[in-house]
């Protein structure tokens, strides 16, 4: 089955630097990465995703790049604010009526003032 | 996923009893999910279903049972045969276009 990897565990920004969490997944079959934020004691929200027939996607302070050839997509937080403070988690699955997501083991961002 | 609900928020079970937690959305999504999550952890996949009256074993089955007779419902039964229940159990549905968006989760505790 999919396993997916994360680094790192924990992340420690100032306020206004960029952030960077990077994920490696197993199955070259999977096509679809979506990036989850939870704050705590909260259910986790979906905020970005990628398919695997694009390699970058960006929505305002917030871009995933894909890399498939090498099996490894990163999420990219610019302008860091201290509401940025969750804990991340990167999923892999295949698209279809079949999908399951498979998850990283989360980072924790803090950003600092 | 202001559409799926869970019930209770905290759920506290003695030992050797059966518990069921409540996952119903108004989505019409026609697939629906469990997972467990432990402090500090990720997200582990207990079962799922694609369509009513059809369920999958997740990754970590053992000690949980379900059942999806209505579209709109996925209950899920901590068993006790489940030894180390206390966790966050979240429910989720996934759109056609693949996106899951998660329920506001049950804290289950064992006394």
């Known amino acids: 089955g999919e396993n997916v990897e994360q680094h790192p565990s924990t992340l420690s920004v100032q306020e206004g630097d960029s952030a960077v969490i990077k994920c490696t997944y197993s199955?070259?079959?999977?096509?679809?990465f979506p990036w989850y934020k939870q704050e705590l004691g909260k259910r986790p929200q979906l905020i970005i995703d990628i398919r695997s027939n694009v390699g970058e996607k960006k929505d305002q302070r917030i871009a995933v790049t894909l890399n498939k050839t090498a099996k490894h997509f990163s999420l990219h937080i610019t302008e860091t604010q201290p509401e940025d403070s969750a804990v991340y988690f990167c999923?892999?699955?295949?698209?279809?009526?079949?999908?399951?997501?498979?998850f990283g083991t989360g980072t924790r961002l803090q950003v600092t003032l | 996923d202001g559409g799926i609900t869970q019930s209770p928020k905290y759920l506290f079970r003695k030992e050797g009893q059966n518990v069921t937690l409540s996952c119903e959305q108004n989505?019409?999504?026609?697939?629906m999910y469990w997972y467990r999550q432990d402090p500090g952890q990720g997200l582990r996949l207990i079962y799922y279903s694609q369509i009513v009256n059809d369920f999958q074993k997740g990754d970590i089955a053992e000690g949980y049972s379900v059942s999806r007779e209505k579209k709109e419902s996925f209950p899920l039964t901590v068993t006790s045969a489940q030894k180390n229940p206390t966790a966050f159990y979240l429910c989720?549905?996934?759109?056609?276009?693949?996106?899951?968006?998660f329920g506001p989760g049950t804290r289950l505790t064992v006394l």
């Open positions: 999923a892999a699955s295949t698209a279809g009526t079949a999908s399951k997501l498979t």
């Open positions: 989505l019409n999504h026609d697939a």
């Open positions: 199955d070259s079959a999977s096509n679809y």
């Open positions: 989720a549905t996934r759109r056609a276009t693949n996106e899951q968006f």
